[in-house]
């Protein structure tokens, strides 16, 4: 890949070698969590990876290299003034030698430079409410199409047009599978959401349907996985969606200002349910990433 990018001799050898290698972001270390509480979980993510029998590549632009494979230390520098970089920020941050955290679309670029299939998440970017104003569609969708990873998320997130973002990912050709579930579950709850085109019982299926889809020259595909615990907090996301447009806040500013808002007026039940599905992810992405490699 482009010698700005730095990846960890673990990382390496693991894509070399064809071993299971599971991509994780770090916007959700930096900007999904009051700090320190990121890292922990960003941590925790890295552990369910390893116990999933792969290795974890937590990515982010660090003294203007873009690093894959990340110690600890090296996690909690991703504090919430590192920038949040979609596509269109990676190569920029880099350059301009700043700290940047990786969502899911600029992790995708970087996992297919390097050959990496497999990224955990908490949940995907989509169409935003309100569509067509403002005109906010994330980044994550474009990258998917370009990229062939399996990203295992709880859906898309909550704050979005769950309805308009399925329609657009079969308008852009991008499987959904549901892990053990019909309905695509929706971030902090685990039903109330639209059908899936698809449902998996297993991690080995997941891998075979990604395989298949891959060999037939298709991208990227979302495994969706139901929250461990289910939580209805549809009302606190009306107010806080109302509130940050009342105060102006627009484009990448919007999801960190949305979960804090969640955070404070769940009383932190929010914050549990999001770490928890967030590791609950990492480890189903290690268990497909296993599956997969196997002969
Ligand atoms: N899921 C979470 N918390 C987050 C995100 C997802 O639980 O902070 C982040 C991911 O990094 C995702 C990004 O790629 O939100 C999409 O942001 P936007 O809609 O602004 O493109
Ligand atoms: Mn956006």
Redesign the pocket.
């Known amino acids: 890949m482009h010698e700005l990018v730095d990846v960890s001799p673990e990382v390496r050898t693991a894509i070399d070698e064809g071993r299971p290698v599971v991509a994780l972001?770090t916007?959700?270390v930096a900007?999904?969590f009051p700090s320190p509480k990121g890292v922990e979980v960003g941590l925790e993510s890295e552990a369910a990876v390893r116990a999933a029998g792969a290795v974890p590549a937590a990515t982010g632009v660090l003294d203007g290299r873009i690093r894959v494979g990340l110690s600890e230390d090296e996690l909690a520098r991703f504090t919430p003034a590192a920038r949040?970089l979609?596509p269109r920020d990676l190569a920029a941050c880099a350059v301009a030698g700043d700290i940047g955290?990786?969502?899911?679309?600029?992790?995708l670029v970087v996992a297919r430079g390097l050959g990496i299939h497999f990224l955990g998440?908490?949940?995907?970017?989509?169409v935003?409410r309100g569509y067509p104003a403002p005109l906010?569609v994330?980044?994550?969708l474009l990258a998917l199409v370009g990229s062939p990873v399996l990203v295992a998320?709880?859906g898309v997130?909550s704050l979005?047009d769950v309805p308009a973002t399925m329609e657009l990912l079969e308008t852009l050709g991008i499987p959904v599978l549901g892990f053990r579930t019909d309905t695509l579950p929706l971030?902090y709850s685990a039903t109330g959401g639209p059908t899936v085109p698809q449902r998996v019982e297993d991690a080995a299926a997941a891998a075979r349907t990604a395989a298949a889809h891959w060999q037939l020259g298709g991208c990227g595909l979302l495994l969706a996985n139901p929250p461990p615990e289910s939580l209805d907090v549809e009302d606190l996301i009306e107010e806080a969606v109302a509130e940050a447009d009342r105060q102006g806040v627009s484009?990448?500013?919007?999801?960190?200002f949305v979960?804090a808002h969640l955070h404070e007026r769940s009383d932190g039940r929010t914050l549990d349910v999001?770490r928890k599905?967030?590791v609950a992810n990492a480890r189903l992405a290690g268990d497909v990433a296993v599956a997969f490699a196997a002969p």
Request: hydrophobic share 30%; aromatic share 2%.
């Open positions: 972001e916007t959700l900007h999904g949040k979609g955290a990786t969502t899911v679309g600029g992790l998440t908490g949940g995907t970017g989509g935003h906010d994330s980044a994550d998320c709880s997130k979005l971030f484009g990448q500013a919007v999801t960190p979960l999001n599905l967030i």
